[in-house]
């Protein structure tokens, strides 16, 4: 814990907790869609925003704020076209803007080791700036994904049921796409644009395997990644392992468990149930 004394270790672990809330907090309106992997496109259109930021010597974040909210916009319009030839063309966004990503940064004068850092997180070398940018959109989304949850909810449930009702499903789909680019750009630097997507599915997951209300699952998902989070880099101080290799295997390793505790607590239910006596077909009653 003595780690935990200097300044660029506490803003480690803050920047890991608002993620670790804020992250599941999406992603399960993500999962409710069958968008567990919208995380990924959308970060490799971010690594473009990246390699654009560093080639014209801008912020890098900045710029892949702005990339990865068209792209996410682009991915809705796309999704929300077809789902077939959705596919073709997500594919092409994905691939497209992780290859642009790469080129852009061998055309500026960066090292690999700066690439490095946003597809797999460089937690330590957070600086005030970025916590506070990571805590204030954390927080942004966080809100946004708590006070909107009955209109997001029926929107990923049921999308013409909630046009029918009179929702604005369309500004909420782009809201979602927009959320989602937020969380992913903010993340960058924390977990990494290739892992960010697990720890926005992973906790939902894990939680579906204990909850059955959507509450309820999307109040031990924030607990869940919470706990990832704050393990992850508690486990990375102590064993000197990359923080968001280690926040992402925590949070598998916290789905292993809950699958097996869940299977198991299951399993005890239905040896402890009483049996219920078979109902007598109409031909086997016998009358007296």
């Known amino acids: 814990m003595e780690l935990f004394q200097y300044p660029y270790m506490q803003r480690a672990l803050i920047a890991a907790l608002v993620i670790g809330l804020a992250a599941p907090a999406l992603g399960i309106y993500l999962v409710q869609r069958r968008l567990a992997l919208i995380g990924d496109g959308v970060g490799h259109v971010a690594l473009t925003g990246v390699g654009a930021g560093l080639l014209l010597n801008r912020s890098p974040v900045l710029v892949a704020v702005i990339v990865a909210t068209l792209g996410a916009v682009a991915i809705e319009l796309v999704r929300a076209r077809g789902r077939t030839s959705g596919d073709l063309a997500l594919a092409l966004l994905f691939y497209g803007g992780i290859a642009g990503g790469v080129m852009l ?32 959109l954390g927080v942004a989304i ?22 029918v009702s009179g929702l604005p499903v369309r500004t909420l789909n782009l809201l979602l796409a927009v959320a989602t680019a937020v969380t992913v750009t903010i993340a960058m630097r924390a977990v990494g644009v290739l892992l960010i997507s697990a720890l926005m599915v992973v906790p939902v997951a894990a939680a579906q395997q204990v909850a059955r209300g959507f509450r309820s699952t999307m109040a031990a998902a924030m607990t869940l990644g919470l706990f990832a989070a704050g393990s992850g880099v508690w486990v990375a101080a102590n064993v000197d392992t990359a923080p ?15 699958a097996v505790l869940g299977a198991a607590w299951r399993g005890l239910r239905r040896r402890g149930a009483p049996a219920v006596a078979p109902v007598p077909e109409p031909h086997e009653v016998v009358l007296h």
């Open 105 to 136: 940064v061998g055309l500026s004068d960066s090292t690999s080791a700066n690439l490095n850092a946003y597809l797999f997180g460089s937690l330590t070398t957070i600086s005030p700036t970025d916590l506070t940018t990571i805590a204030v």
């Open 142 to 163: 966080l809100v946004t994904m708590l006070a909107l949850r009955p209109a997001l909810f029926a929107v990923c449930h049921d999308e013409e049921y909630a046009r």
């Open 244 to 258: 968001g290799a280690s926040v992402v295997l925590m949070a598998i390793a916290s789905f292993v468990v809950v």
